[in-house]
Structure formats: C-alpha cells, structure tokens
C-alpha cells in the first residue's frame, strides 16, 4: 500500500475516535451543566417549600387578628348602645317627672283655695250638706297629691331652711326662737327631694 494511502486511511480511522471524544466531552459537559443547574436550583427548591408551608399559618395569624377586631368593635358597639339606651331611659324618666311635677303644681292653687274656703266656714253653715260634698271634692285633691308621694311643708316653729322655705316678714319676738319660723303664709309643698314650691313664712329676729 502505499503512503498517502495509508495516511489517508489512518486519517479515516482516527476521525471517529476524535468525534467519539468529542461526545462523551460534550455529554459530561451536559451532565456537569445539569448537576450544578440542580445544585443551584435546589436552595430555591427548599425556599419555596418553606414559604409554602408557611403560607397557611401567617394565613391562619391574619384571621386571627381580624377576628380580635371584629370581636373588640362588637363590644365597642355594645358597649355604646348600652350607654346609648340608658341615656334613653334616664331623659325618659326625667321628661316624665318634669311633666308630671308641672301637672301637680298646677293643682297646688286649687287646694290653696279649697281650704281658705273650709277654713272661712261661718260656724252656722258647717252642718249644710253641699259643704260636706266640697269637702269631699278637698279630700280627693289631697288624695292625688298623696298618690304622687307630695307632702305639705307647715314649718312653723322649726328652724328657717332656705331650700324650703321663703322668707317674706319677719317677727320681733321673745316666744320664738330667733332664726325659727313663727309663722306660715303659705304651705310648700315637696314631692320626695324635690321642692314643687317652697313655704311663705315669717321669721323670728
């Protein structure tokens, strides 16, 4: 054989090995590329796990803390109409006691007037049956003012209250003493702690 022949078959030869070379060089390269692109993906792997099983307890934390704030905003809530219906009520009762103290003071003068009349009887009329029947029209206004727990204030003889009572004269006197009442002009009139009209009355000096 000859030489370039021989050259030319050794070179034929030798291109496969070459080529064979070059692939397990390219395939270890693949492999190499593939175990550190696993490598660097498996941190992030691990990252999104943790993440994912975290997810449902900041999840569940999130609910929780909006359910403390729905329950504190329903007893703010409560709280306020709690406050809101008593303040209700109280201005309630208290309309209600204003009316009726103005209906009772009303009624004041006319027992005022009854019993001057009772009181001015001439002695020869005291057993005339159209009397006794005034008197019963008295006793029942008296009634009414009990009803509504109202009480008269004669305070002669006690000392002078300037809550219930109203000065109007005074008296120069030794039988009474001084600063004590010696005389009631008009009764006052109470209801519990409240004056529906303070006692005229005179003043020992």
């Known amino acids: 054989m000859c030489l370039p022949c021989q050259s030319a078959g050794e070179s034929r030869v030798d291109k496969p090995e070459n080529a064979a070379t070059n692939d397990t060089h390219e395939s270890e390269t693949e492999n190499g590329a593939d175990v550190e692109g696993n490598e660097q993906a498996s941190p992030e792997g691990v990252a999104e796990g943790v993440t994912e099983a975290r997810a449902p307890e900041d999840e569940l934390e999130?609910?929780?803390?909006?359910a403390q704030?729905?329950?504190?905003?329903?007893?703010?809530?409560?709280?306020?109409f709690q406050?809101?219906?008593?303040?209700?009520e109280r201005e309630?009762?208290?309309?209600?006691?204003?009316?009726?103290?103005?209906?009772?003071k009303n009624l004041l003068p006319i027992v005022d007037d009854f019993e001057r009349a009772?009181?001015?009887?001439?002695?020869?009329?005291?057993?005339?049956?159209?009397?006794e029947g005034i008197s019963l029209i008295q006793r029942k206004f008296i009634?009414?003012?009990?009803?509504?727990?109202?009480?008269?204030?004669?305070?002669?003889g006690e000392p002078f209250d300037p809550n219930l009572h109203q000065?109007?004269?005074?008296?120069?006197?030794?039988?009474?003493?001084?600063?004590h009442v010696t005389e009631t002009l008009q009764k006052?009139?109470?209801?519990?702690?409240?004056?529906?009209?303070?006692?005229?009355?005179?003043?020992?000096?």
């Open 167 to 179: 000065a109007v004269g005074a008296d120069e006197t030794t039988d009474v003493e001084s600063g």
């Open 83 to 88: 406050n809101y219906k008593r303040r209700i």
């Open 143 to 156: 009634r009414v003012l009990e009803d509504y727990d109202v009480t008269a204030v004669d305070p002669v």
């Open 69 to 80: 704030k729905n329950l504190e905003g329903w007893q703010r809530t409560l709280a306020e």
């Open 92 to 104: 309630a009762r208290e309309s209600y006691q204003m009316a009726t103290f103005d209906v009772l």
């Open 62 to 66: 999130a609910l929780r803390t909006e």
């Open 188 to 205: 006052g009139y109470v209801s519990g702690d409240r004056v529906l009209r303070p006692a005229m009355v005179k003043v020992a000096r």
């Open 118 to 131: 009772m009181n001015n009887v001439p002695e020869s009329l005291r057993n005339e049956a159209w009397l």
